[in-house]
């Protein structure tokens, strides 16, 4: 079956190291994006990409940046981390315009210390 | 500005009731999408149900249906005969077609509790 997954689940770093969350979906799906989770906030849009070698920022992209170098993986890069961005981040997948639905990926919970 | 409110943080109801969650949102859009999501405890986030700003009919899917009022600006989630396993955060979402391409702007979210 088809299927968006996210790793680690789990991570804990420093302040100031750099840090990769990988996502890897199977869908076959053009659209690809990043959110972050936190209390009182609900989730907040931080990359997005259309296709391949085409990534955009979105709400609050500041200290992320993605790449897009195949239909399947848009990993996440925090350059250098900072305890702001402790939160759980969703990776989600969709088709190309006109779809309903947008898939999430299970989650991953990472603390700043 | 585009948004979406949830203006209840949680709300109670027990075993076998109806409730509603509500949802507005703001959009100058002629075009866009609603969406519910389910998070359960667990974490992950379960897609329930979508409204296309020009369909006809209001959205139904099992126990779930989305009460579209357009001039309203509101898409409040209906579920029918509440379930324990219903118990969870329900986030509203909003997919402005001019904005961010298909991302999703999400509400604050809604604590559902069911009770036996």
């Known amino acids: 079956d088809a299927e968006i997954t996210q790793s680690p689940r789990h991570k804990i770093t420093e302040t100031g190291r750099q840090v990769t969350l990988a996502c890897h979906q199977t869908?076959?799906?053009?659209?690809m994006f990043w959110y972050r989770q936190d209390l009182g906030h609900g989730l907040r849009l931080i990359h997005y990409s259309y296709g391949v070698q085409d990534t955009n920022k979105g709400e609050v992209s500041d200290g992320y940046s993605v790449s897009r170098s195949n239909t399947e993986d848009l990993p996440l890069t925090l350059e250098s981390a900072a305890s702001s961005q402790t939160s759980v981040y969703f990776c989600a997948s969709s088709p190309a315009s006109g779809s309903r639905a947008q898939f999430f990926g299970p989650g991953t919970r990472l603390t700043v210390l | 500005a585009q948004k979406i409110t949830q203006t209840q943080p949680g709300m109670f109801v027990q075993e076998k009731e109806a409730v509603t969650l509500d949802c507005t949102y703001d959009t100058s859009d002629p075009s866009y999408g609603l969406f519910w999501y389910k998070q359960p405890s667990s974490g992950e986030m379960i897609f329930l149900i979508y409204q296309g700003s020009y369909d006809q009919q209001n959205a139904t899917e099992g126990r779930y249906s989305l009460n579209f009022q357009k001039a309203r600006k509101s898409a409040n989630l209906v579920i029918s005969a509440s379930q324990l396993g219903d118990s969870a955060m329900y986030f509203c979402?909003?997919?402005?077609?001019?904005?961010?391409?298909?991302?999703?702007?999400f509400g604050k979210g809604t604590t559902l509790s069911v009770s036996s």
């Open positions: 979402a909003m997919r402005p077609k001019r904005q961010a391409g298909t991302a999703l702007i």
């Open positions: 869908w076959n799906h053009n659209n």
